[in-house]
């Protein structure tokens, strides 16, 4: 009985590993010799604080992976906020009027090149690194963002990640949508 099982194991590990080399030959058929393709996503964690005297933080990064088969160029994103919301966004960056001494230390720098004022739109660029692989994936990490939890809030943060062969830009696949109640005088007393 146990020899039948272990049979019938080993023959579907096969026949799983027969079709996942099938798929893997026809998506490699489906390649596109010089398509420029990427795709932008945010990975995100969370910490919700509901006492009013106390912010809630998501702690995010933002990828581009070069899911095409020719190089890309040039590549900036842009990080929108919600206009007139009470999220407060950080993250490491320069801006282009910093020295070049300090741009090109260490491995992952991005330039901040739109107004510093701007609390709605970060447009930032990878410093130093002017081409995407086919496969390659490059990462701004570990942005920031704040906000009061005493006060109701509403949005979405949104992702562009645009290069020179797609100067229209590409939408993050998954945008960081917000809300949530803040606590009212009533709950107090309760």
């Known amino acids: 009985m146990i020899n039948r099982v272990e049979d019938k194991i080993q023959a579907l590990k096969e026949q799983t590993n027969e079709y996942v080399h099938e798929i893997k030959r026809l998506v490699e058929e489906l390649t596109i010799p010089n398509r420029v393709n990427l795709i932008s996503y ?24 070069n899911v095409g088969s020719t190089p890309i160029t ?70 920031q963002i704040k906000w009061a939890h005493n006060l109701s809030y509403s949005g979405t943060i949104m992702g562009f990640t645009y290069c020179d062969q797609l100067t229209d830009g590409v939408v993050v696949l998954n945008p960081i949508n917000l809300n949530g109640m803040g606590q009212t005088q009533e709950d107090d007393n309760e």
Do not use: A, M
């Open 42 to 65: 945010f990975t995100s964690s969370f910490n919700i604080s509901y006492d009013p005297e106390q912010e809630s933080l998501c702690l995010g990064s933002y990828h581009i992976r």
């Open 74 to 143: 040039n590549p900036y994103l842009c990080i929108t906020l919600p206009k007139d919301s009470p999220f407060y966004f950080s993250g490491r960056y320069v801006h282009e009027n910093f020295t070049p001494n300090f741009k090109t230390q260490g491995q992952s720098n991005w330039e901040r090149f739109n107004d510093k004022l701007s609390k709605e739109e970060y447009w930032l660029r990878p410093v130093g690194k002017s081409i995407i692989e086919p496969n390659e994936t490059i990462s701004f990490t570990n942005f």
